[in-house]
């Protein structure tokens, strides 16, 4: 079987200037290679406003099983209490009746923040006639329920005790 010269060269052009412009858009096309998503990222802010132990207590083992479960599937968890009225008392370094849990969930979460409402301690302050003092770690806001709306509104969960 002989084959002219002139057509294998026409058939080799058509073939190249097909194949050409697929093999393009095959490899801009073909999927990409998989890439790892970033491991999620959980915030989380606790309410107490209740001088009760239990309701303290359950806010704390809320926050220590929280953190071992989201170590432990490899995601961020950050979380903060949030005191107010007479949830103060849980962070109170006179009055606190769960100080030595607050300093075990501390051990396991050392970026857990406790927040007090600041009107509040002016209120306590002006009532007992003396200066509050808290654990250590803790800072204010000026006004617990305000912080509170200000996180969900940027999109932190909430979960009330």
């Not at 849990?101 to 302050?125: S, W």
Request: charged share 20%.
């Amino acid at each position: 079987m002989h084959v002219n010269r002139r057509r294998w060269f026409t058939l080799a052009g058509y073939g190249l200037a097909f194949a050409v412009p697929l093999g393009a858009t095959l490899a801009v096309t073909a999927a990409p290679k998989e890439q790892k998503a970033p491991p999620r990222s959980h915030r989380l802010v606790l309410q107490i406003n209740s001088d009760d132990p239990t309701t303290m207590r359950a806010v704390i083992s809320t926050s220590v099983h929280l953190t071992k479960y989201y170590k432990a599937i490899n995601e961020g968890f950050t979380v903060e209490i949030v005191g107010y009225n007479a949830g103060l008392h849980m962070f109170r370094a006179d009055t606190s009746p769960v100080q030595d849990l607050l300093k075990v969930l501390r051990t396991i979460n050392p970026d857990i923040r406790f927040v007090i409402c600041e009107a509040t301690k002016k209120g306590m302050e002006q009532n007992e006639g003396h200066p509050l003092s808290f654990v250590e770690g803790t800072t204010s806001t000026p006004n617990g329920p305000a912080y509170l709306i200000g996180l969900q509104e940027a999109g932190w969960s909430y979960i009330r005790s």
